[in-house]
DNA sequence: GTCTATAGATGGATAGAC
DNA sequence: GTCTATCCATCTATAGAC
């Protein structure tokens, strides 16, 4: 109900997947492979939005301006529509080029660095990540999408934290401000729309920023 | 179409409306002990499982040992199960009665006090947690929920760091303590079962504290 | 490739007997 | 308070014409 349905559209063919059916073909031939693109754009949209249980092959075909047994002629079932949609849009390939970035031992620039990446790549593909956190522990298929996608999001940060302190500081403090920063990281992707960084992702980067520079000394040593 | 017009008799059921009788079943069986309670059990701990959509009444009703139509008896529709579910057994109790630590300054020790006390009556209300952050956003009955979950747990955090550190550190860097640890407790219940104080936590709360301990000139300030 | 028509099942919800 | 029987809407999926 609330109003989510913002951008990415991500179809070649810059319509509005909302009605008014493109029944022509955009480049003069055979128009068939839109419809395809077109059936998986409105399920994004809409699984995202309602959920996937929640919405209807039917309003599926609705918003995509095509016959619910379209649907069915290029998808054997529903399920198998949420597959492709993992398959072709997934996370897996999001996240993949980010890069480690360096800083010479600034850590606080080196996450804000690193948040302002990943959030630029998770804005291309907010609807899918809305879709496999929410329908995770519930659709079987979101269940693998959803733990490479948490073990992709620590790995790079544990890597830039790394890569950034080096052997300045103990093992455990390093694994300690990773595990802290993920979580803000994936509180700032569970509240979407991601707008750039966040406020709390600044303050995070300050928080762990402060603990890895401190000496261990100082204080009680980390949990292990 | 037949079998309509069998009986007549229009029987009066004049019964008392006050329900003194327990009526609990002698030998355990599904008896009748309260169906209403069953009832929201079942929706309870399939809504949490499958999620809102994917649970029919039928199968609440089978869980229970009930008829359908006894769940429409004590709820006009499968939605007032859901906002009955979160009237009577929401988050609004459950973080209640915490209490703010006291620790004379010691913040890591503190931090992790609360997060044992939350994980406590979050153990109790589980489920109806799962549902909550699972249908947000979808379901418009567990919005307001899931909103006043989250200030009341952004509010225990920044009470419990204000306690601890008082006037020892700045009004900034208590906020940005507060804030990166209460997304790790987020985490956390995202992650059910909760059993106990996590790994994640305990180290979260030494980044904390030794952010919160270090000198705001030691590097520079915390975001605003 | 796309449509009309429909099957087959299940969904939520109601009426009324006991 | 609980059940039997039923209605109507909607859902997934299939068959077959063009």
Same mark, same amino acid.
């Given at each position: !109900? ?55 092959? !039917? ?38 080029? @980010?890069? @480690? ?26 609807? @899918? ?10 659709? $079987? ?32 403090? !390093? ?8 979580? @803000? ?36 040593? $980390?949990?292990?």
């Amino acid at each position: !109900m609330s109003a989510r349905d913002r951008g990415q559209g991500g179809a070649p063919t810059g319509r509005d997947p909302g009605r008014s059916a493109p029944l022509t073909s955009p480049f003069g031939g055979k128009g068939a492979r839109d419809s395809r693109t077109l059936i998986l754009d409105s399920a994004q949209r809409l699984f995202a939005e309602f959920g996937y249980s929640a919405t209807s092959t !039917m309003r599926i075909a609705e918003a995509a301006g095509v016959t619910r047994t379209l649907i069915f002629h290029y998808f054997p079932t529903k399920q198998a529509i949420l597959a492709a949609l993992l398959d072709e849009r997934g996370l897996r390939d999001a996240l993949a080029d @980010v890069d @480690v970035p360096q800083t010479h031992g600034d850590l606080q620039a080196a996450l804000l660095m690193l948040a302002e990446q990943i959030h630029h790549r998770l804005q291309l593909s907010e609807q @899918v990540l809305q879709i496999v956190l929410h329908e995770r522990s519930c659709q $079987p298929l979101t269940e693998r999408p959803y733990v490479e996608f948490m073990e992709r999001l620590e790995s790079l940060v544990q890597d830039t934290v790394a890569e950034t302190l080096g052997d300045r500081t103990t093992k455990a403090t !390093m694994q300690a401000t990773a595990s802290t920063f993920a979580a @803000v990281l994936l509180r700032d992707a569970l509240q979407a729309p991601l707008t750039g960084i966040s406020r709390d992702c600044e303050q995070s980067a300050y928080v762990c920023a402060c603990a890895a520079g401190t000496d261990p000394s100082w204080t009680r040593e $980390p949990p292990t």
